[in-house]
Nanobody
Framework: QVQLVESGGGLVQAGASLRLSCAAS????????MGWFRQAPGKEREFVAA????????LYADSVKGRFTISRDDAKQTVALQMNSLKPDDTAVYYC???????????????WGQGTQVTVSS
């Protein structure tokens, strides 16, 4: 099965930056897309960003566009989320996800990491 492990979360002040990383194993299938979602307590999972391996196409939620950047490494085994100008509204558990469809819907992602906490103070 595909294994995803996130890291890089933490507690920062508004305006600061964090870089999240996700290590992926593709033993079961060749992943087409990897994305980042976030979820605050009591709220639904929210799309953040996604990247398609074949052409490096990227999708971003309007709320993070211009502040967050998703990227992949040369080996196609890790994906990062660079988060700049963080806001308190960015506070959530951030999950790395992998799937076969290039969409913004969490329902289309079959594999998920355990999540990493990002807390932004005002």
């Amino acid at each position: 099965q595909v294994q995803l492990v996130e890291s890089g979360g933490g507690l920062v002040q508004a305006g600061a930056s964090l870089r999240l990383s996700c290590a992926a194993s593709r033993r079961t299938f060749n992943t087409v897309v990897m994305g980042w979602f976030r979820q605050a307590p009591g709220k639904e999972r929210e799309f953040v960003a996604a990247i398609r391996w074949s052409d490096d196409s990227q999708l971003y939620a309007d709320s993070v566009k211009g502040r967050f950047t998703i990227s992949r490494d040369d080996a196609k085994q890790t994906v990062a989320l660079q988060m700049n100008s963080l806001k308190p509204d960015d506070t959530a558990v951030y999950y790395c996800a992998a799937g076969l469809r290039y969409t913004t819907s969490y329902r289309d992602y079959a594999y998920w990491g355990q999540g990493t906490q990002v807390t932004v103070s005002s």
